[in-house]
Structure formats: structure tokens, C-alpha cells
């Protein structure tokens, strides 16, 4: 061996490797640098010499009332190389026996002092059993161990060393796969929330004013909340929807104040040359933090309590930088916003008011759907009673509008106009508690089908539970509103037994709202990825919850659909700030259009590569344009590829060079909406078409397409994509599917095809000549 060799060995055995005995007879103390990052010493436990030795712990749990959840701790793969070193190990003493090393490994992890020692250090028994089958591994898998181990590993095995000795060395391998041991401390710094108020410096450099309007539903507190917005300089309002947003942006510019709209997924700036006006209305997750108002109005102030959503109610509240905070919601918030106001050393003014028009709760069921009259809400918790509903009231010669959740805005809108249209036949609306909030309906009655609602606890489970009161005064609320065409409402159940449980639940008091969500910031993740640069995105929320300190004011969001998306793109090569907004994106994991086909997956990985989501892309990948809906099923179908193009449009206001086309996207989303709206105007047919189990025996006659609609669909169809007939299925694909010759997969391929032959014709042509260059050659070799 070279002997500059050596000097090197010795100049990295510099620092002292001691053999470092738990055996109780010890007589010596020894300060030493650990392998790992940081120096760790090995004290006394006491003054005497008889005392063991201990290992001073290189975590604190500082002040936290529980420890981490280490099954969230994933070890991480290392790549050791020694190559500096070489075999000098091996050519200083002898090479290792495997067999003997193995009996020497057992014997130091079954050892209790050891146990003990690593407990310390934070390896529970957990983190102990898997960093000790990693270093083990390690030990016994790699041709060159470090000079320093080897050497130490020989002298325990000839019996010159204790087996004590491992201990530095096995710690430096813990903290290499599991590098949160190192950095405990700074990780529950990072996801303290304890104090939440201190996230918004600008906020508390002002007093601001808060005013409580406290009340039902249709009691004017709102409203007298919006009449401060229009009267001052500046205003922000913070609606819970896209429609409430939108209803202050076009009541504020009828009333000729200039009022922008800011949404997830849409801007509009009232002013030409595109410069913010001095009001805004947006929904809540959208609120600036730091510019500043007059006037702000947080609307439904009781959802920040909601587990999904809590968060953004929370932020609003405490960091809008304006003079005049109005809070709009039920009496039941009161006291917890003037507790939470305690802390940022603000006071409320609570205004409260009582409902403009009386409603009632009904001694009797409805019973029957021969019993409905116009005016009549039928209130359902799902799509399937939705349904069901609405056909047996066709069924009675009566026709029905419908609502519910995933409709398009558009389509809600046109329904409630259709079912407050005096002059229009339809009197009947079924509906789920979509009405709550959003949309002003004409209802005499509201009457549930109902009592049992599914709902999503703190764990993220679902289960099916009694609708809350709170709930239920929601959606009993909408009956007989002011301004509407009944003065008064009543509340009855479609069922007998319901009634006294209906009537009991009402004539609860609300349940005080004693919790606000909190959730974790982008930055907040960030620096935990600085500490856990090897960790998932999932992986890090998951740490990051489990460390996370609150107050007894708040609770962490549930971050299941975080989650959830941050899984489905991890294989997706994405900077974190990138993957951390796509997974934060308005995505419902419900969705099979979305998730089961990966569309997220996709855009995600198109954006990975740098190359921009251009309008003929997303024509491809949603197969435009759509067939007017046959089913139920084709229905739900083109509800998802209007949630897609909601994605689109969200994401391009985040990534702006790389969702180029938003316009372009608006516009077929719109032909999208009006398509919709004609699957819903007709959702009687297409339950019977789904229960005839027939997608195609659904005459093209039975249909009612718009003319409008048609012209939109017929100019579309040059965009790329093979002729479609609108109106039925007289195309010669429909015909081959009726015939069985031809799948429905096998069609949309051949669209698919299609498709990217007229958008890239020459392409197409030379890869098609250099295939045909290909076979020709080869069949002149078969011929020779």
C-alpha cells in the first residue's frame, strides 16, 4: 500500500472512535463527534462512577403533547461510496467474517441498554427494528466498508472491542434513512400553528373594525353588509361559491360601482386597459391577504369550521388588511369569532336580525308524490334519489326542474330560471341542499325526502349520518324568501316517520362553532422539503400533520384529496412549488373522468416537459366535441369534461405560458354548459334510457336540441375531430356499434386517430410513406 494511503486513513481516524461501554462498571466519560451531522456526548447519567453511561439525545419533542407518528417515517434508499478508502480496512487488519459478524449484530440489537439508548435519540421500537435490518444489510451486502467501521467490526470480532462500540456507527445509518431524526426540532418550528394571527403582519399593523351580522336565513344580514361594501372607497367580498361571487360583481356594476370578479378559474376587470377597480368580488380562497380595503364582507362565516375548507375562512378572517372586516353567518359563530378576535386585539360588534318572511314546519307528511303543488322543493341527499324522484314525478304528467352539486353554474342558473318563470310549465323542483346557498328560488315548500345525508368526518372517512340542524335550517330557510312569490314557507318530509325526527332536529339549538381549519402553506411545505429532500409530497403532509401544534381555537384541514392527487402525479418529475398547486387544484377524486383515467396525471406530465396545453390538446384528450347525452351515464360523462376544462382554466391563471389558450377553452366550456342544459331539460328521457339499458335506442326526435346548440356543435366539428350527427345516431360508427361489428372503444380510437391525422397531416403522410418504404423493402427481400 502507497504510504500517502495511509496518511489519508489516518487523517480521517483523526477524530477519536472510542469503544464506548453501557456497562455498569464503566469508570470513564469521553466527549466525542458523532458520525452523524451533528456532536452528540456521552455523558454520566450522574456523579458516580458506577452510573451507566447515556446517549444525550439529539431530538427534542420540545413542547409538543404527543410524539410523532413514526409509521409515517419512510426510510430512505442511500448509496454509500467508500471508494475514497478503498480496501484499506481490510489491509490494515484481515477481511471480515460474514458468519461471525451476523452473531456479533444479533447480539448488540438485542441488547436493552442499546434499545434504551436509541429510544433516547428518537428510534422508538419501530424505527429501531427497521434502521437495525438496514444497517445489518449495509454491514453484510457491501464489499468496502469505511476504514473506521471495518476496523472497529474486526476488533469486536477477535475480542478487542465491545460490542457497544456499533452504537456511533449504527446511528449514523439510522439518520441516513431516516434524516428527520436529525432535524426533529426544526420541523415542529416549521409546523407550529399555534398562532396563526402572527402569519399576517399586515393585517395587525391596523385596527381594524369587525361587525358581526348575525341571523337565518333571508334576514337581510347579508344584505346590509353589501350596502357598506358599495358605499365605501375600496371593498373585497369573499363569497363560499363562484355564483354568490358573481351575483355581488353584477349587482355592484348595476348599482355603477366598478366591481372585478376574481375567481379559481376566471378574471374580469371591468376596465379596458385591464387596471384593478377599487371593489372586487371573489370567492374566499381567493382574497388577497395584502392589498388594502375599506371594506370587507366574509360571507357564511359558520363553514369555517368546515373540515375541507375551514382554512380559507380562517385566513380571510384574520388577514384582510381592511378598515371594516363585516362577517356575515348564523348567531352560532358569535362567540367564537369574538374569542378568536380576543387574540389579534380586536373587538365585534354583533348586529343581529331576525327573518324577513315566516316559515313553517307542516303536522303532516307529504306522503305521496300525487300531493306535490306548484312551488314544491323535493329535497334529496343523492343522485340516485334524484333521479328516481324526478322520473316518477314525469310518470304523473308533471314536469320538474333538478339541481345539484356538480352541474355546471350555467345549468343551475337555467334551472332556477326555468322553475321561477311564472309563465313556464314547469312548478315542481327536485333538488339536493345545492339549493343552500347561491341561487334565489321561488319555493313555497321544501320537503325531504330525506333525513340521513353522507358526510366526510376529521378523519376523511365518509359516513352516513342525520343531517345537522344547522343543516337543516339551511335548506328549510329557502322556502318562502322575501322578494320571492310566497311570503310565507312551510317544511314537511316526503315520509311520516321522518316528521318527528325533522321536527326534533329543528327545534335543536344550533351547535356553537368552537373550531376554525387551518391548513399548510406552500412555504411551510417547502422548508420541510428542505430537511426531507428525499420525501414524498404525501409523505411530507403526513409528517407535517403529525407534528403540527395547535391551540384549542383551531384543527388542521382534512388534506385527504391532497393527498390523494399529490400520489397520483409523485412519478411525475415536478418541482415542489409545481406539484404543490396542482395537487391543491379544485379536483373531485370521486371523479372516474379525471382519476381513473389519470387526465391529471397527463396534464401534469405535459407540463413536466415544458411543452404548453394548447386548446387542440385538450381537444384530443377530451374527445371534442361532445354527442348531446343518450343516458344518465353520458350525462355524468360530459359533467366531468366540464370539471376538466374548469381545471384547465384554473391552472392557466397559475401557469399562464403554459396553459396558453384559456379563451379559446371558456368558449367551448360555455357550448359545454348549454350541451348540459340540454341533457338536464330532458333527464326524464335519459333515465329511461338508462333503464332500458339501451344508449342507443333513444329516438333522435325525443331530443330537443336547441337550434343554437346544433350550429355551435356543426361549426365544431372542423376543429379536428370526424363529423358527428348531434341529433341522434345516424353516423355510420353509431351504426356499426348498433350492428356489434364495432366496439365503442375501438370507435373513440379511431376518432382519436383521426384527429391527429387532420391536425398533422404532413407528419402523418411521411411516417406513412417511410412505413410503406419499409414493407416494400422487405417484401423485396421475401421475393429474393
Not at 144 to 173: K, S
Not at 252 to 276: H, K, M, Y
Not at 303 to 329: F, K, Q, Y
Amino acid at each position: 500500500m502507497a504510504a500517502n494511503r495511509y496518511i489519508f486513513l489516518f487523517k480521517r481516524l483523526k477524530r477519536p472512535v472510542c469503544s464506548v461501554s453501557l456497562r455498569r462498571n464503566a469508570t470513564f466519560s469521553v466527549l466525542l463527534e458523532s458520525p452523524s451531522r451533528r456532536p452528540v456526548s456521552l455523558l454520566r447519567s450522574g456523579g458516580g462512577g458506577s452510573a451507566p453511561l447515556s446517549w444525550t439525545r439529539s431530538i427534542s419533542s420540545g413542547n409538543s403533547p404527543r410524539p410523532p407518528d413514526t409509521s409515517l417515517f419512510v426510510p430512505v434508499d442511500i448509496k454509500t461510496d467508500f471508494s475514497e478508502d478503498g480496501s484499506v480496512g481490510a489491509e490494515l487488519t484481515q477481511p471480515l467474517d460474514k458468519s461471525e459478524l451476523l452473531k456479533v449484530l444479533n447480539r448488540f440489537y438485542k441488547r436493552k441498554e442499546i434499545q434504551k439508548l436509541a429510544s433516547e435519540n428518537g428510534l422508538d421500537a419501530r424505527l429501531f427494528h427497521q434502521a437495525f435490518i438496514s444497517f445489518r444489510k449495509y454491514v453484510l451486502e457491501t464489499e468496502t466498508l469505511a476504514a473506521d467501521l471495518h476496523i472497529v467490526l474486526n476488533d469486536i470480532c477477535c475480542g478487542a472491542g465491545h460490542i457497544d462500540d456499533i452504537y456511533p456507527y449504527f446511528m449514523r445509518h439510522a439518520k441516513q434513512i431516516f434524516p428527520m431524526l436529525d432535524c426533529m426540532d426544526d420541523l415542529r418550528k416549521i409546523s407550529d400553528l399555534r398562532v396563526p394571527a402572527n402569519w399576517y403582519p399586515e393585517a395587525r399593523s391596523i385596527q381594524r373594525k369587525v361587525v358581526f351580522h348575525a341571523g337565518p336565513t333571508n334576514s337581510g344580514k347579508t344584505y346590509h353588509a353589501i350596502q357598506r361594501y358599495l358605499e365605501a372607497k375600496s371593498g373585497v367580498y369573499c363569497g363560499p361559491l363562484k355564483l354568490l361571487a358573481h351575483e355581488i360583481f353584477e349587482k355592484s356594476n348595476s348599482a355603477g360601482v366598478p366591481c372585478d370578479l376574481v375567481t379559481g378559474e376566471e378574471r374580469i376587470f371591468v376596465d379596458p386597459d385591464g387596471q384593478q377597480s377599487g371593489h372586487v368580488a371573489c370567492t374566499i380562497e381567493m382574497c388577497s391577504v395584502t392589498t388594502p380595503y375599506e371594506v370587507a364582507v366574509i360571507d357564511e362565516i359558520q363553514m369555517i369550521r368546515d373540515p375541507s375548507r375551514g382554512w380559507a375562512w380562517t385566513r380571510a378572517l384574520l388577514g384582510l388588511c381592511a378598515e371594516e372586516i363585516h362577517v356575515c353567518g348564523e348567531a352560532a359563530a358569535i362567540n367564537f369569532v369574538t374569542e378568536l378576535m380576543y387574540t389579534t386585539g380586536e373587538e365585534v360588534e354583533v348586529r343581529n336580525y331576525e327573518r324577513l318572511t315566516p316559515f313553517s314546519l307542516m303536522d303532516h307528511a307529504l306522503e305521496s308524490l300525487d300531493n306535490l303543488q306548484p312551488g314544491d322543493c323535493v329535497v334529496c341527499f343523492s343522485k340516485n334519489d334524484i333521479y328516481s324522484i324526478s322520473r316518477q314525478i314525469e310518470v304523473r304528467g308533471l314536469e320538474c326542474a333538478v339541481i345539484y352539486g356538480s352541474l355546471p353554474p350555467g345549468t343551475k342558473l337555467s334551472q332556477a330560471k326555468k322553475f321561477n318563470d311564472p309563465s313556464d310549465p314547469c312548478k315542481i323542483l327536485v333538488a339536493t341542499d345545492a339549493i343552500g346557498m347561491g341561487l334565489n328560488l321561488s319555493i313555497r315548500r321544501i320537503i325531504f325526502n330525506s333525513l340521513v345525508k353522507p358526510s366526510i368526518n376529521e378523519k376523511g372517512e365518509k359516513e352516513m349520518d342525520t343531517i345537522t340542524t344547522s343543516q337543516a335550517l339551511q335548506i328549510a330557510g329557502r322556502a318562502g324568501r322575501f322578494s320571492s312569490t310566497f311570503k310565507e314557507g312551510e317544511v314537511t318530509t316526503m315520509h311520516r316517520d321522518d316528521l318527528p325526527v325533522l321536527k326534533e332536529i329543528m327545534g335543536r339549538a344550533v351547535d356553537p362553532i368552537e373550531t376554525a381549519g387551518l391548513h399548510p402553506t406552500a412555504e411551510q411545505i417547502e422548508m420541510f422539503a428542505y430537511h426531507l429532500p428525499e420525501a414524498t409530497l404525501s409523505n411530507l403532509i403526513d409528517i407535517f400533520v403529525s407534528l403540527s401544534q395547535v391551540d384549542g381555537l383551531y384543527f388542521v384541514c382534512n388534506v385527504d384529496d391532497f393527498k390523494f392527487l399529490a400520489d397520483m402525479i409523485q412519478h411525475i418529475p415536478l418541482n415542489l412549488r409545481s406539484r404543490y398547486v396542482f395537487c391543491t387544484a379544485p379536483i373531485n377524486k370521486k371523479q372516474p373522468f379525471v382519476c381513473t383515467t389519470r387526465l391529471l396525471s397527463q396534464f401534469a406530465r405535459q407540463f413536466s416537459r415544458d411543452e404548453p396545453l394548447t386548446f387542440d390538446w385538450v381537444c384530443r384528450h377530451i374527445s371534442w366535441p361532445p354527442m348531446p347525452p343518450k343516458n344518465i351515464k353520458d350525462l355524468a360523462h360530459l359533467e366531468a369534461v366540464h370539471d376538466v376544462l374548469d381545471l384547465y382554466l384554473w391552472l392557466s391563471y397559475r401557469f399562464m405560458d403554459m396553459f396558453p389558450d384559456a379563451n379559446r377553452v371558456r368558449d367551448i366550456q360555455r357550448e359545454m354548459d348549454e350541451i348540459i342544459q340540454v341533457g338536464v331539460h330532458n333527464i326524464t328521457r335519459l333515465i329511461r334510457a338508462s333503464e332500458a339499458q339501451s344508449s342507443e335506442s333513444l329516438p333522435s326526435t325525443q331530443l330537443q336540441t336547441p337550434p343554437q346548440v346544433q350550429r355551435r356543435l356543426r361549426g365544431s366539428q372542423g376543429r379536428g375531430q370526424p363529423p358527428k350527427d348531434v341529433s341522434g345516431s345516424s353516423t355510420l360508427g353509431s351504426r356499426l356499434v348498433q350492428e356489434g361489428r364495432l366496439t365503442k372503444d375501438l370507435l373513440q380510437q379511431l376518432r382519436r386517430e383521426w384527429s391527429e391525422e387532420q391536425m398533422h397531416p404532413a407528419r402523418n403522410e411521411q411516417t406513412h410513406s417511410r412505413t410503406g418504404g419499409g414493407k416494400s423493402r422487405a417484401d423485396k427481400k421475401k421475393r429474393k
